[in-house]
């Protein structure tokens, strides 16, 4: 491993800033890291500054003097998605997941530039960007995020969102207040709700299970549980990934008289009739909705997809995740390429979580690169949910590509245990703990 003075990953030290609100305070005044800089006058751009690309950068930043360090993003804002789900609970405002905007967070020595790549062209070693500006690059972290594929769904329109039953948690922080106030009336007057998931690859699969959780429970409190038929449609013949979660969901869903239907993939909407289209091995079936939560297809963006660091062939390619090593994050092909965070075309991994796991190991092989040596560290799949369960109650799920539980806590926080102190975690504490990642300091 080259990186000198790299602070070794320590998914507990991770989670216990988590945990303990108070202990943030110490652990976030540190500086980045305390690492000798590596002297190069190499070129870097990051495409794409969400969570992957500004943590990437706060990482390039402190260990490099010199390096010509480049972000690329037209987004203003920056926004918590994790937070989303709490939004669309009625458990925060719509302005807590806007943690400020993207310049604040932009490190000493790195340039914003406030467009899109619109072309990325590996070969050439370049990107053109959306005014159709040309950036030559030594290196590339690629760190787009992904496409919700809205389009893709017949009859879907996202400005009628909040009206006529119509929920959609991932469409952005007006959306998922707007499905809350939705929430809020069809928990009082009952109904059908209808709940799922797209059959592609999806960033926090465990959402469209909490938000399923969390309005049964409204229903119980409210005492109209009753009135409510809630049912859950899989894409595929699994609720979860890793098969002992998706038993433990089957059973909580099982005692919580939540419906399940296996391989339905929503593919069609009539809005205006509130009748959802479900295609199954049997053909189209349509499902009757007083609410329904739509959760897109999501696919790498379209500059990405339709670029030559998608996947050629294989389960990646159809929606174009990038080409990477699923261990190293380095694109297969193009050695001077990284592709982290969700837009990477690896097993697991689109979480926030798996981000802070990431990005440290991209960025020790591209130094490593830089100094002439060569990088020991890999990403095991680390990827983790808070599955809320019940409002007061959540389960920490944490698991690796191999689907073996990876407790960050064993034997203080059960994984598949409905616990308060992981509802505390997960709306408490995880907001300033992905913060700090932004900033190279968890
Ligand atoms: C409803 C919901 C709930 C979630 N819950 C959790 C949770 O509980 N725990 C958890 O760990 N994670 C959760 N996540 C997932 C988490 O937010 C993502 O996995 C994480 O943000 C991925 O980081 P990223 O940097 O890859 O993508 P993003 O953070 O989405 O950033 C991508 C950035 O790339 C930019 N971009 C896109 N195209 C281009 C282009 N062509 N050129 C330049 N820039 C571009 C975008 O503007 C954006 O700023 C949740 C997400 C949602 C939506």
Not at 13 to 30: E, H, N, P, Q, T
Not at 49 to 77: F, N, P
């Amino acid at each position: 491993m080259l990186a000198q003075g790299h602070v070794p990953c320590d998914r507990r030290r991770f989670l216990s800033l988590g945990v303990g609100g108070a202990l943030l305070a110490a652990g976030l005044s540190a500086p980045v890291q305390a690492a000798e800089r590596l002297k190069s006058s190499a070129r870097i751009v990051i495409a794409g500054a969400g969570a992957a690309g500004l943590a990437a950068a706060a990482r390039l930043a402190a260990r490099l003097d010199g390096a010509k360090i480049t972000l690329i993003d037209a987004r203003k804002e920056h926004l918590y998605q994790p937070g989303y789900t709490l939004v669309a609970a009625g458990i925060k405002p719509q302005n807590y997941v806007v943690v400020g905007r993207t310049a604040d967070f932009v490190p000493r020595g790195v340039e914003l530039l406030e467009e899109s790549v619109a072309e990325f062209d590996p070969e050439g070693k370049r990107v053109v960007t959306s005014s159709g500006k040309t950036l030559n690059y030594d290196y590339i972290i690629v760190t787009t995020g992904l496409k919700l594929d809205y389009d893709a769904l017949e009859g879907m329109d996202v400005s009628r969102i909040g009206k006529d039953g119509l929920g959609s948690v991932y469409h952005g922080p007006a959306a998922a207040a707007a499905t809350w106030a939705l929430i809020d009336d069809f928990t009082r007057r009952g109904g059908v709700g209808v709940f799922c998931r797209p059959a592609t690859e999806m960033k926090c699969a465990g959402a469209p299970l909490k938000h399923t959780f969390i309005t049964e429970d409204y229903f119980r409190r409210r005492g109209t549980r009753g009135k409510a038929e809630l049912i859950y449609h899989a894409h595929n013949k699994a609720l979860f990934s890793v098969p002992i979660v998706s038993e433990k969901v089957r059973m909580l869903f099982r005692e919580r008289g939540i419906k399940t239907r296996y391989d339905h993939v929503l593919t069609e909407i009539d809005i205006g009739r509130r009748i959802a289209v479900f295609t199954t091995p049997q053909g189209k079936v349509e499902q009757p909705y007083d609410f329904i939560n739509v959760i897109p297809p999501m696919r790498a963006p379209d500059p990405v997809r339709f670029s030559p660091l998608a996947w050629q062939t294989g389960d990646f390619a159809a929606d174009g995740w990038m080409e990477v090593d699923r261990a190293t994050l380095r694109h297969k092909r193009f050695p001077n390429v990284f592709g982290v965070g969700d837009v990477a075309g690896v097993p697991k991994g689109k979480t926030a979580a798996s981000v802070k796991w990431q990005v440290p190991v991209a960025v020790d092989h591209l130094l490593a690169d830089l100094a002439g040596g060569k990088s020991e560290q890999r990403y095991e799949g680390y990827t983790s949910c808070p599955l809320i369960t019940r409002l007061g109650r959540a389960m920490l799920v944490e698991f690796d590509y191999e689907n073996n539980l990876v407790p960050s806590f064993p034997g203080v926080v059960a994984p598949l245990e409905e616990l308060w102190v992981t509802w505390v975690m997960k709306t408490m504490a995880l907001k300033p703990t992905y913060v700090a990642m932004l900033r190279g300091r968890a």
